[in-house]
């Protein structure tokens, strides 16, 4: 995915999403990526039942069981990246 680094985004409009969405987005970047299958994420989007509108929500309007997938997923990311950048590929 091409990175404006002076702006801290990603250059193309269709990449800057939020988790809800990034999830697809990333597949299609790994699938074509020669390196790729190394670095594949769950099929199952973990943020398809959060929106961005979500992003205040106050604490009472979530428990553990709602947010537990989305924890879980952003430890897959970390784990990501953390294996790419041990390779040198980040």
């Known amino acids: 995915m091409p990175f404006d680094v002076n702006r801290d985004r990603p250059q193309e409009r269709q990449d800057r999403e939020h988790a809800d969405g990034v999830w ?3 597949e299609a970047y790994r699938s074509g990526h020669h390196q790729g299958a190394h670095y594949s994420l769950p099929t199952t ?8 509108s979500q992003r205040y929500a ?6 553990e069981v709602r947010v537990r ?3 879980d997923g ?3 990311v970390r784990k990501l990246i953390q294996k790419a950048r041990r390779e040198g590929l980040i």
């Open 58 to 63: 106050n604490r009472n309007q979530f428990d």
């Open 45 to 52: 989007n973990p943020y398809q039942n959060w929106h961005v």
């Open 24 to 26: 697809a987005r990333y």
């Open 74 to 76: 952003a430890e897959e």
């Open 69 to 71: 997938p989305h924890r």
